[in-house]
């Protein structure tokens, strides 16, 4: 595994393998990660805290149509990194169950441990998933399009963000509950006070969503969404 993730992040860095004769830590990598079943954000430096032995699992995925599974919809590569101490957390097993359903054409094969037992119904951990790794993932009524066309129709433009020519987009989080209602709204990055303040405004008002699914139950699932304010 050592040399595995070696290559995965020369992949990354120079497109070709590297080896190494010690375990040292990770950089920082420009690219998106999903570690442990969570979508970090992209630059992070998170991995630095990190050896390679302390990985379980890593994969690079480049092609468009397979990142879209996870919610990266950019150009920028993503890279999956479970790591040994939680390999066996819910998100993790709700993880590598997606990762085996892909069929990686021309991609070396990953070593995805088949003797891992699903948790039972009972036994679901009561904290949050991270959309990335849900079996089916939280909705909006009509999906996310008509998600967008409420935020357009009931979003109120700041006059003074209007008057001052302030426009951008706004990124926040949220927990879709069980019974589909929006709790813990929260700014990642934001535009201006009166800007921010009316995107967590309009999400705080949205209609219930259909609540994510893991193993055939409701459970929390943490979303991340980017509400756009344009002058034109």
Avoid: C
């Amino acid at each position: 595994m050592k040399n595995l993730y070696l290559t995965l992040l020369s992949i990354l860095f120079f497109g070709f393998a590297v080896h190494a004769q010690e375990s040292k830590p990770l950089g920082k990598i420009n690219a998106h990660i999903i570690l442990d079943g969570k979508l970090l954000p992209i630059d992070t430096d998170t991995l630095k805290h990190f050896k390679e032995d302390d990985i379980d699992y890593a994969t690079v995925i480049k092609d468009t149509e397979h990142k879209a599974i996870f919610g990266v919809n950019d150009e920028q590569m993503l890279l999956i990194v479970i790591t040994k101490a939680n390999k066996n957390k819910p998100e993790n097993v709700a993880l590598r169950e997606k990762l085996s359903k892909i069929n990686f054409a021309g991609t070396p094969k990953m070593a995805i441990n088949p003797t891992l037992k699903k948790p039972s119904k009972d036994s679901i951990a009561s904290g949050t998933f991270d959309f990335v790794s849900i079996e089916k993932q939280p909705q909006f009524p009509g999906g996310i399009k008509a998600f967008y066309q409420y935020l357009g129709e009931n979003i109120k433009y700041p006059k003074e963000a209007q008057k001052n020519k302030i426009f951008g987009r706004v990124f926040l989080s949220f927990i879709v509950e069980k019974n589909g209602e929006l709790s813990n709204i929260k700014l990642i990055r934001g535009v201006s006070s009166d800007i921010d303040a009316e995107a967590i405004r309009v999400v705080s008002g949205s209609p219930k969503w259909s609540p994510g699914i893991q193993f055939g139950v409701p459970v929390r699932v943490k979303y991340n969404i980017n509400v756009n304010f344009n002058l034109n």
